[in-house]
């Protein structure tokens, strides 16, 4: 009597039906359009998925499974490439999503003022504020960009928001209530 083996599939495989199932991205709950597989948070393109070509069975890939999440474009961009940024721009945009009730649209706009200050910060040095406090007073008032100054501003004031619900959340969560607007 034979024992039956296991039916085994290239992973390739595996992730192209993975791909398909996903509808909405794992991060923000958008409707995926353009989907973006990541590894333990790290984005495998198409062209390295379709080398995936070892056979594994369907436990091994249940397990494996658990590394892999489909994320929207804007969320891919953010969760790989944006880990050195002044600010933290990924916990940022979770606290917009989670904690606020901003449309996609205008938490975006947030996110890519906050990524551009940031990265205009880092190209002139300035050190990282190093409290809360000092986010929304004059230290970092003199170096933000000349142009759309107070949407760089507003920004920051939302950033602000988002490290004092991380320190206290009480508190944090009644500001949101009252400037829930983008401007
Ligand atoms: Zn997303």
Same mark, same amino acid.
Request: proline share 4%; net charge neutral; glycine share 4%.
């Given at each position: 009597?034979?024992?039956?083996?296991?039916?085994?599939?290239?992973?390739?495989?595996?992730? !192209?039906? =993975?791909?398909?199932? @996903? $509808?909405?991205?794992? %991060?923000?709950?958008?409707?995926?359009?353009?989907?973006? +597989?990541? &590894?333990?948070?790290?984005?495998?393109?198409?062209?390295?998925?379709?080398?995936?070509?070892?056979?594994?069975?369907?436990?091994?890939?249940?397990?494996?499974?658990?590394?892999?999440?489909?994320?929207?474009?804007?969320?891919?961009?953010?969760?790989?490439?944006?880990?050195?940024?002044?600010?933290?721009?990924?916990?940022? !945009?979770? =606290?917009?999503?989670? @904690? $606020?009730?901003?449309? %996609?649209?205008?938490?975006?706009?947030?996110?890519?003022? +906050?990524? &551009?200050?940031?990265?205009?910060?880092?190209?002139?040095?300035?050190?990282?504020?190093?409290?809360?406090e000092?986010l929304l007073d004059?230290?970092?008032?003199?170096?933000?960009?000349?142009?759309?100054?107070?949407?760089?501003?507003?920004?920051?004031r939302?950033?602000w928001?988002?490290?004092?619900?991380?320190?206290?959340?009480?508190?944090?969560?009644?500001?949101?209530?009252?400037?829930?607007?983008?401007?």
């Amino acid at each position: 009597m034979t024992v039956q083996q296991p039916k085994r599939r290239p992973l390739s495989r595996y992730l !192209k039906d =993975f791909k398909h199932t @996903q $509808t909405h991205c794992a %991060h923000c709950g958008k409707l995926l359009d353009r989907i973006t +597989l990541t &590894r333990d948070g790290e984005i495998v393109n198409k062209a390295t998925i379709a080398q995936l070509d070892t056979p594994i069975d369907e436990a091994t890939w249940l397990t494996e499974q658990q590394e892999w999440m489909a994320l929207c474009r804007f969320c891919g961009d953010l969760h790989c490439k944006e880990q050195g940024n002044y600010f933290d721009i990924i916990g940022f !945009k979770q =606290f917009l999503f989670e @904690q $606020t009730d901003m449309s %996609h649209g205008t938490i975006r706009e947030y996110v890519v003022r +906050l990524r &551009r200050l940031g990265n205009h910060l880092v190209a002139q040095n300035i050190p990282r504020p190093d409290s809360l406090e000092a986010l929304l007073d004059d230290s970092l008032e003199a170096w933000l960009p000349a142009t759309s100054t107070n949407n760089y501003r507003i920004a920051l004031r939302k950033y602000w928001q988002f490290q004092t619900q991380i320190a206290n959340p009480v508190i944090a969560q009644q500001e949101n209530k009252a400037t829930s607007d983008i401007y």
